[in-house]
């Protein structure tokens, strides 16, 4: 008979994912990634989180923890009301919530926002003579960390895969977001023995929950205009719970979305949040219809502005073909203003709208004119709401090159596009002077995205447009990175779901240190970074011979690099 083996279920909180190290048992540094060498700095911040214990209670020479930083429901619900209240977007959820705040360049916000720390992890635990998972819970809370209480530990498969079960209906009675479990073995010898597959560990195992979908009724469905024109129709639901948050609106994307899943106005239909995230018509429940349900049609002229409405050959898309589309403007400038572009914090859609009804800007440019005297008048704003926006209003000019390519809403050219004309051409003259010769012979540049670039830059309200933003002292230049390029001209592929990182961050981290974070496969891929239900690029890359690292081993890379 086989010897029992233990394993510890312990949830899976939806946050982020934080590293400490303490010297001497001080706190000297917290990093959104990996053993605090690795990932963004952030030291400053966690230092204020409460439940982050600035001194242990033993003197210990190096001790390195990880955990995870969240935001409970209450804290995101008082959040979320602040900001609604001063015409900011909310969050779409508290991860989202966590990871901004952690990100904050000012640790007060991020105080304000009542962060919490739950601790699961010791790098080098055998080291301190611990060979459990449940024996480093212990320790973590001897030391002064929060430890989740809710871990259990089983040694029946079967009661493992019951409770996994039972916990997708209760994962809503904490008070804070869970989106699965994590299933270890107990014993770190036994860990060794399993060791690693080159995705991931064959000791540990992340049960993620299904998602949660529930019935309503589509009320509407009404047409929201984007920055380039395109009519996207989106459902007006009867509000209804879902994964946590009430629901009213959900994207149909696009009109051959709606009459695949053949939606019709007074439909009942199920929804969920795609990713915990997203609310996304699953599908209809026709066996509901009255015969009173009615079908939809796209709009002839533009709902905001009244120009025609034409879609072009080849495309799924509906665009407005005015210009000065007031709804193209107002979200263009909410473009322009988001965290990948300019990084305009409080600058939400209630706000842009009042500042352009009241006549203050009439394009993004016009923010960096803006006066505190101008400001405090604007409702909902107030006095403190205004020195913050103009301080991120100051703080976006030396954003660099890369994002304020991405902000300016150029038609098929996205945040890794941006960076990639970024990096070939150094400065936004150089940018603007490019021939469509030269656009087309830089990787990743096809035909379609050159001849927009053209196009665009050869407006005269472009220009107009980039004189102010210089005028106004925006930088237009290529940032230097200061980390050391080990991945100078290499194409890093990143594949499957990651557990440490968000893909965001990951490329991020690839391309500071000089390489391309590619999305294709090939010869010249110099590595495939691989985490869960990699699929078919991994594949691919066994086939090619293509090393492949998993997140722990790129981050030994990095942080075995000559100035780390």
Known sequence: MAPLVDYVVELKIDGLTVALTYEEGLM?????????????????????????????????????????GYMPKASFARLNQEREDEGQTPFANPR??????????????TAQ?????????????KELGLHKQTEVLTYLQQQGFVVNPEYKVFSDVEEIIDYCAGMAS????????????????????LQEELGFTAKSPRWAIAYKFPAEQVETVVEDIIIRVGRTGVLTPTAVL??????????????????????????????????????????EVVRVLPEQRTGEERLFEMPEVCPECQSLVRQDEGE????????????????????FVSRDAMAIDGLGPAVVQQLLDTGLIKDAADLYALTFDQLTPVERMGKKSAENLLAAIENSKERGLAPLIFALGIRHTGEKSGKILAQTFGSMDKLQEATLEELQTIPDVGPTMAESLVQFFGLES????????????????????????????????????????????????????????AS???????????????GSKLTKAQGLGVAVLTEEEFEQLIAASPTQ
């Open 462 to 517: 472009t220009s107009h447009f980039l004189a102010k933003l210089r005028a106004a002292g925006v930088s237009m230049v290529a940032e230097e990175s200061s980390k050391p390029q080990i991945f100078a001209g290499k194409s890093i592929v990143v594949t499957g779901s990651l557990e440490r990182w968000e893909r965001r961050e990951i490329e991020k981290l690839i391309e500071e240190h000089g390489g391309k974070a």
């Open 520 to 534: 294709a496969v090939s010869k010249k891929t110099a590595f495939v970074i691989a985490g869960e239900k990699a």
């Open 238 to 279: 009867k509000a209804v719970s879902v994964a946590g948050s009430t629901v009213s609106r959900a994207t149909l994307h696009n009109l051959d979305n709606i009459r695949e899943k053949d939606i019709r106005i007074g439909d009942h239909v199920l929804l969920q949040k795609a990713g915990d995230v997203i609310p």
């Open 96 to 109: 989202n919530a966590a990871a901004g705040s952690l990100r904050q360049l000012n640790s007060r916000i």
């Open 28 to 68: 000297v540094r917290g990093a959104t990634r990996g053993d605090g060498t690795v990932g963004e700095d952030i030291t400053a911040n966690v230092k204020t989180v409460g439940s982050i214990p600035l001194l242990l209670k033993d003197t210990v020479p190096k001790l390195s923890v990880r955990g995870e």
């Open 170 to 189: 209760e994962r809503h009675r904490f008070p804070y977001d869970i989106d699965g479990l994590v299933i270890k073995v107990n014993e770190f010898a």
């Open 113 to 125: 926002r009542k962060l919490e720390y739950f601790a699961y992890q010791v790098l080098s635990a």
């Open 316 to 335: 799924v898309a509906y665009r407005c073909q005015s210009i000065t589309c007031p709804a193209q403007q107002r979200e263009g400038i909410i473009h």
